[in-house]
C-alpha cells in the first residue's frame, strides 16, 4: 500500500516536523498511523517530501522528513466545465473528475441546470465542491490540487469566452460525429471540456460554443450521467496526453 498524503501549507524541509492541525488531526486519529510508519506531506503547488512517524501525539505527529522533490504542473492543463447538477451528482463529477487528473473545474449555470448556485448557497456549494476536490486529490496521491475556479456559477457567456481563449475547446454531445478519441489535441495550453447538467446541452449553448471555436464530441454510442461523463472523458484525455 502506498503511502498516505497529507497537504500542508508550506512544505517543510529536512528533519523534524510535526503535523498538526486537521491533518494532524485525521493522520493520528482517524488514520492512526504509528512509530515508523512512512506518509507524504505536500503543499498541492508540485512540492511534495516523504516522511516516518517519529512520535504520535494528541491529534498530531511529529515526523522526520528525509526529503523534498517538486513535480511540474501538467501541460497542457486539463479544465472541464461541469454544468451544476442537482443532489450530489456534482459532488461525484468533482471526486471521480479528480481522481483521473483534472487540473480545473468550472461550474456552470446551463440553462438546464435545475439546482441554482445564488449568494450564499452558490458559495457555500462551490466550497463543497473545492473540499471533495481536496479529499479526492490526497486519495489519489496528486501533487497539485485541482482549481474550483470562476464564479460560483459561471454563465454561459463566461464560459463561451474561456473557451475562445483555449487551446483547444470540445463540448461533449450526444449527437455529435467526432469522437473525443480522435480528435487532435494540442501539445500545451488549456484543453477546456464542456460537461452538461442532466439534461444536457441546448441547441442555442450549443451554437455559442461551436461559434467560439469548440468541437461536438461524443465518448461512444453510450450516453453517460453528468456525473460520471467528466470522468470519462478525462480518461480518454490522460491516456491519449500520455499522462497513463
Given at each position: 500500500m502506498s503511502a498516505p498524503l497529507f497537504l500542508v501549507d508550506v512544505l517543510p524541509g529536512e528533519g523534524l516536523y510535526t503535523l498538526g492541525g486537521a491533518e494532524g488531526h485525521h493522520a493520528a486519529t482517524v488514520q492512526r498511523l504509528r512509530v515508523g510508519e512512512s506518509l507524504l506531506l505536500a503543499d498541492g503547488r508540485g512540492g511534495v517530501a516523504s516522511a516516518v512517524v517519529?512520535?504520535?501525539?494528541?491529534?498530531?505527529?511529529?515526523?522526520?522528513v528525509s526529503d523534498r522533490r517538486y513535480a511540474d504542473a501538467p501541460d497542457p492543463r486539463l479544465v472541464v466545465a461541469q454544468g451544476i447538477a442537482k443532489g450530489d451528482r456534482g459532488e461525484l463529477a468533482v471526486q471521480a473528475m479528480t481522481e483521473v487528473g483534472v487540473d480545473e473545474i468550472l461550474p456552470w449555470a446551463a440553462s438546464r441546470s435545475v439546482a441554482q448556485w445564488r449568494g450564499d448557497r452558490g458559495a457555500k456549494s462551490r466550497e463543497k465542491w473545492a473540499a471533495v476536490a481536496r479529499e479526492a486529490a490526497k486519495q489519489a496521491r496528486r501533487t497539485w490540487l485541482p482549481v474550483v475556479g470562476g464564479d460560483p456559477d459561471l454563465s454561459t457567456k463566461q464560459l463561451t469566452q474561456r473557451l475562445s481563449a483555449a487551446s483547444a475547446a470540445y463540448v461533449l454531445?450526444?449527437?455529435?460525429?467526432?469522437?473525443?478519441?480522435?480528435?487532435?489535441?494540442?501539445?500545451?495550453?488549456?484543453?477546456?471540456?464542456?460537461?452538461?447538467?442532466?439534461?444536457?446541452i441546448d441547441d442555442?449553448?450549443?451554437?455559442?460554443?461551436?461559434?467560439?471555436?469548440?468541437?461536438?464530441?461524443r465518448l461512444g454510442d453510450n450516453v453517460l450521467r453528468t456525473s460520471t461523463a467528466g470522468m470519462a472523458a478525462l480518461s480518454v484525455l490522460a491516456t491519449r496526453l500520455n499522462r497513463w
Open positions: 517519529r512520535a504520535v501525539g494528541k491529534g498530531a505527529l511529529d515526523v522526520t454531445h450526444e449527437e455529435a460525429t467526432e469522437r473525443l478519441s480522435q480528435v487532435e489535441l494540442p501539445a500545451a495550453g488549456e484543453i477546456v471540456l464542456v460537461v452538461g447538467p442532466e439534461g444536457g442555442a449553448e450549443l451554437k455559442t460554443f461551436t461559434a467560439a471555436g469548440a468541437v461536438a464530441v
